[in-house]
Structures are given as C-alpha cells and as structure tokens.
C-alpha cells in the first residue's frame, strides 16, 4: 500500500512537471521566440550546407553559401528588383482583382439562398480543377504579357476568398439581422452595420490563406511564358543548369510570402479593431 | 517668347522620338525555354545585329513548342523559334505558320546511354547499338514527342517494337532530369535535348550511343528542324520586317558557327556552365546550325516521314515554308 501510494505520488510530480514545462514553452514571449526561429533556421542552413556533396549531390540541392552567392550577385548587379517588380505588381493586382470578386460574390451568394442553390454545383465544380492547368488557356486568352499572370493569379484567389466570405455571411446571427429588420433597417444598412463587420474574420481568413495562391498563380504564368518575373528566374536558372540560382529565387518568393501574409495580417488587425477577441 | 521656346523643344523632341521609333521597328519573338539550339538568337541579341538591322526585338520565354506555336498563330507574338515537326502538325490540322529561316537541320538530341551500355557496344554497327536497346529502359522529353517518334523510327528499321522491347519513360525537357534518372537508375539510356548529353558526360554518368546530330542517322539528316517561323499574315501585310529578321538570323548565324566568337558569345550566355562544358556543348550543337538557313522540300518531307501528323487536312508544304526572304 505504501508503496503504490509512492509510486502514484511520483507519477503525478512528474506529470506535474512536464505540465509546467509545456505550459512555459507554451508562454515564451515574442523575442525569445524570434531568437529561437533564427537558431532554427540556422540550424536547418547548416545540415544543409554539410549534407551538400557529403549526403546529396549537390548538383541537384546547391548549397547555402552558393545560393546566397548568387542572391548577392543579382542584389548587387540590380538585375533581381526588374524581377521582384514584375512578380509583385502581378501578384498584388492579382490578388486585388480575385479578393474583391470573390468579397462580392460571396456576400451576393450568401445573402441570396436561391442563387447559391442554383450556382453551388457549378461553383464546386469549378472550384475541383486544377486552375494552374488553365495556364496555357489564359496565355491564349490575355497574351504573354502581364494580364495573362494576372488572371491565372486572381482566379486562385477568387475562390478562396469566395468560399470563405460566403460562409461567413452565412453563419451572420439571424436574430440580430431579423431585430433589425424589424427596427425598420433597409437591406444596405443590414449589409454594412451586421453581415460585413461579422463576416470579417471569415473573409481576412480567405484573404491570408489565398495570398500565397496569388504569388503561386503569378509564378507559375511566368514560369510557363515571361521576361521577366520571379518564377521567369527559376525557369531560366534551370535551363541553365543553375541549381544555386533556382533555390536563390526560390527564397527570394518565400520572403515575399511572408511579407504579403504579415501585411494582411496587420490590415486584419486594424480592421478589427473593434472586436473583443477573449474575456 | 518663352512658351514658343518650349515650344519647339517639344516638336523637336517629338521629331526626333519618332525618328528613333522609326529606326527601330519593335518585334516580338518567343523562344522555346532558353535552349543551347536557339544560338543566332542570342547572338543576334548580344552582338547588336538586331538593332544594326532596325529592329527592337523583345523575346518572350515560353515553355513548350506548343506554346510557341500558340503565341505565333494567334499573332500573340511576331515570330517565333519553333520546331518544324509543330508547323507540319499544325498543318495536318488545317492551320498554317509559315517557316522562313532554318536555324537548324537536324534533330536536338542523341541517344545517350550510361558507361555499361556504352562499354558494351563500343565500335558496334548502328544496327547493333540501336538493338542494344532492347529490354533497357529510355528517358524521352514527352510522350509522343519527336524524341519518341524518333526512337520508333530507329527501333521499326531494326527489327525492335516500342514498347515491347523498348520501355519509355519521360522525363521532360530538363537536362537536370536526366542527371538525376541516370544517378538514380531510372533508365539506361535517353534522348534528351542536347547539351544534356554533354552534361551527362561531364558527370561521368554516360556517353553519346548513337550520334544523331552529327549526321549517322540517314533519316534525321538534312532536315527542316528548328526553325523561325511567322503567320500568313505577317508575309503579306509587312514582308520588309520579314526580310529584316531573316537577314539578322543569317547574320547571327554566320556569326555563331564562327569557332572564335561563336563559342565566347555562347559561354556568356550560359556562364553557369564550365569552360570544358561549354565547348563540347557548343562542338556538339553546332553540326546541327545550317550554313545559310535554306529549306527543301525534301527536308519537309522527311519530317513528316517519321512525324506522322495526326489531322485530316492535306498539307501543302510549298506552304509551311519560304526561302524567298533569304538572299540570292
């Protein structure tokens, strides 16, 4: 008896204590994990940088210090901002165009239970292609120029955004819009006072999410026709047998995703503002 | 007195913007990928021979012969450097472009196999090496590409059924491919775009089996093969652009297969390969480059030999492509 109490009294101090542990590395503040983030990442750069030549060949991975070789090289030739330009303008009027037509068609289809009944299959079906095939069809259709970059980027926005928003202004309280509309509210006072501010959340969660399809959609239209642009790089890097430079304009569209999401990030964060997030 | 100075400083800038914009005549041309084939293109665009012509040429990168086709037959693009076999296909289907310099006159690739094929079949026959294919496992760019199409050719002519015989896998354009599927075993030989051979070589991996560039195969010689092309349309409303892009490709051209310069201008255009890369790439492209850029029907004709073009339109070949833009 004596020793089974011991025993369960040690088993629960140690649960005890990897509770506390997890719960510390759960509260580390923003700083240590940023420290933390870097060293991981430093950490991945090493492995990397040894494994080159020794584990894999490096023909086929680079290495660290070559791709950072050749991103200095393009940095200080001035050869990568033509680049970097080309790819953000189409990215960001892409996304543009794709947020607001998705926006707008989800709170039509959300707030019209006849039409969403009507369009839903074809939406869905729509939405199962695989839209990076479309590329060659948008070629044909916008050119080789920047527009057909922009409408393979908007339309892997639009549905993102479409389906979020539209479920968003689907799951609007029914008994705050019906109060209102018994206090006499018209429709656009219904629309701009309750549906939009509460589908909100909905929508900055298909925006963040479709940021990256907006930079994949604008890479992949340069990648397949282009000049210029980011997924232009990679493709010519390629051809040229350059594994160095296709991992260096590889890191360089990863930085420009994390840029894209933490400003929409902080957009949300302005435009929700008023919201209580916890009590 | 001051606004009439303003004035004519801005007819003047005016006149002489559009004495400028007239001197050069702003084309677009599209170029498959960033092909080691397309050398007159580079080195007209390095060398200036575009602009000493009068043109402001901008070329456009596009994946795929396909695509290429697409950008010239929409007149998306101007011209383009395409491959003849997607003129003739696009002919059997009742769509025409029209050829009007042949850059070069015989296929892009090589059979390339690894070190054991190549040790086995050293100073074989050709006979004897194309049947050394047999229960060995070949990389081709895409299915039911000229690559394959070729290998049907070679393997019908001596006695081999693909498949069957012969198992295909495919592996895309890219030279990196092909690296990577003989390193890890994948196949036993290829037919990858040059100078993916070159490179296979480099890296020890393997060798060039059976030289289709240089000629050994009598049915890929002296062909219509990579050619720059132009719509109908182009010929008609505006034959002195015409004239001027296929005097600058022959210009470019002479330049290229010049050892000297042609081989430093292509070094700087793909500085990422070694000097030793570089050179046996350039020796091993540059028996494809034609002298003078002419077409024969013959060469038409033996395209569509092996091509075989799916459509039902009867094709005209006096009408896929034109020496009359070259000079005398």
Same mark, same amino acid.
């Given at each position: 008896m ?9 088993g ?5 204590r990897?509770r506390a542990?997890?719960?510390?590395? &759960?509260?580390?503040g923003?700083?240590?994990m940023a ?8 950490l991945?750069? *090493?492995?990397?940088q ?10 086929? *991975?680079?290495?660290?210090?070559a791709?950072?070789s ?7 030739s001035g050869?990568i901002?033509?680049?970097?330009? &080309?790819?953000v303008?189409?990215?960001l ?6 947020a ?21 299959p074809?939406i ?7 839209k990076?095939?479309l590329?060659p ?5 916008f ?6 970059k922009?409408?393979? &980027?908007?339309v ?6 479409? *389906?979020?928003t539209?479920?968003?202004?689907r ?9 209102l509309?018994?206090?006499g509210?018209s429709?656009?006072q219904?629309l701009?006072?309750v ?12 925006l963040?999410?479709?940021?990256p ?11 397949i026709a282009?000049?210029r642009g ?8 390629g051809?040229?047998?350059d594994?160095?430079g *296709? ?8 930085v420009?995703a ?11 964060l302005?435009?929700?503002?008023w919201k209580?997030?916890g009590? | 007195m001051?606004?009439i100075?303003f004035?004519?400083? /801005?007819?003047?800038?005016?006149m002489v913007?559009?004495? %400028? ?7 677009k041309?599209?170029?498959?990928g ?16 575009f ?5 402001d ?8 012969g396909?695509?290429a086709f697409q950008? #010239? ?6 011209? !383009?450097?395409l491959s003849y076999?997607?003129?003739l296909?696009? %002919?059997?289907?009742?769509?025409n ?18 070190n054991?094929?190549l040790e @086995?079949?050293?100073?074989?026959s050709? @006979? ?7 229960g060995?496992?070949v ?13 049907? #050719?070679l393997?019908?002519?001596? !006695?081999l059924?693909?498949?069957g015989?012969v198992e295909l896998?495919?592996?895309? !354009?890219d $030279? ?13 030989a ?6 993916a051979?070159?490179?296979l ?14 000629g050994?195969?009598e049915?890929?010689?002296?062909l219509?093969f990579?050619t720059v /092309?132009?719509y ?6 505006n $034959?002195?652009?015409v004239?001027? #892009? ?5 210009? %470019?051209?002479?330049?290229l297969l010049?050892?000297e310069?042609?081989?430093a201008?292509?070094a700087?255009e793909?500085p990422?390969?070694?000097p030793? /890369?570089?050179d046996?790439?350039?020796e ?8 003078d850029?002419?077409?024969?029907l013959?060469?038409?004709?033996k395209? +569509? ?6 459509g039902t339109a009867?094709?005209?070949y006096?009408?896929t492509?034109?020496?009359? +833009?070259?000079?005398?």
């Open positions: 004596t020793v089974r109490l011991d025993t369960d009294q040690e629960r101090a140690v649960r005890s990897k542990a997890r719960r510390s590395a &759960a509260e580390i923003t700083p240590a420290v933390l983030q870097v060293a991981f990442g430093v991945i750069l *090493v492995v990397w040894l494994a080159a030549g020794r584990l894999v060949d490096e023909f086929m *991975v680079s290495n660290p210090l791709v950072i050749r991103l200095w090289e393009w940095i200080a050869t901002w033509i680049h970097v330009w &080309a790819t303008y189409a990215t009027v892409g996304f543009a165009i794709g607001a037509a998705g926006v707008v068609g989800g709170v039509w289809l959300g707030l019209s239970p006849f039409l969403s009944r009507l369009l839903n074809y869905w079906a729509f939405n199962a292609l695989p990076v095939a590329a069809l948008f070629i044909l259709w050119g080789l120029d920047i527009n057909s922009i409408a393979l &980027a908007a892997l926005v639009v549905f993102l955004v479409f *389906v979020s539209f479920s968003g202004v799951e609007v309280d029914r008994d705050l819009t019906d109060s509309r018994l206090m509210a429709r656009s219904i701009f006072k549906v939009l501010p509460s589908a909100t959340s909905w929508i900055f969660v298909g963040k999410t479709s940021v399809y907006a930079l994949i959609g604008t890479i992949i239209g340069e990648m282009a000049n980011l997924g232009y790089l990679v493709q010519l890097a051809s040229e047998f594994t160095a *296709v991992f260096a304009a590889l890191v360089v569209i990863s420009l994390v840029i894209f999401n933490e400003i929409v990030g902080s957009v949300q302005r435009m929700e503002g209580v997030v009590r | 001051k606004s100075r004035a004519l400083v /801005a007819v003047l800038s005016a913007m559009c004495t %400028a914009a007239a001197a050069q005549e702003a084309v041309i599209v170029n498959i960033h092909g080691y084939f397309s050398g007159p293109l580079y080195v007209a665009v390095r060398e200036g021979i602009k000493k012509h009068g043109l040429a901008e070329v456009i990168t596009v994946k795929g396909a695509l950008a #010239v037959f929409t007149e998306e693009a101007d011209f !383009g450097i076999e997607h003129v296909t696009a %002919a059997a289907q009742g769509r472009i029209v050829s009007i310099f042949n850059i070069a006159d015989r296929p892009l690739n090589n059979v390339v196999a690894d054991e094929l @086995a079949n050293k100073d074989k050709l @006979a004897e090496r194309v049947r050394a294919l047999k060995h496992r990389g081709t760019p895409s299915a039911g590409g000229s690559g394959e199409k070729m290998l049907r #050719v393997a019908r002519e001596y !006695g059924t693909l498949p015989d896998a495919y592996l895309g !354009g $030279p990196a491919a092909y690296v990577g599927a003989f390193r890890g075993d994948v196949v036993d290829a037919m990858p775009f040059e100078p051979g070159v490179l070589e480099q890296e020890g991996l393997g060798g060039t089996l059976i030289n289709i560039m240089s050994e195969v049915a890929f010689r002296d219509i990579m /092309a132009t109908p349309g182009m010929l008609e409303k $034959p002195e652009l004239k001027k #892009v296929v005097a600058a490709f022959l210009e %470019a051209q002479t330049v010049d050892p310069r042609g081989k201008i292509m700087a793909f990422k390969l070694t030793e /890369a570089n046996r790439a350039y091993t492209v540059r028996q494809i480059w034609t002298e850029g002419r077409m024969t013959e060469g038409a004709k395209v +569509y030999d092996y091509l075989q073009p799916e009867t094709i005209d006096e009408a492509f034109t020496n009359a +833009y070259l000079p005398e």
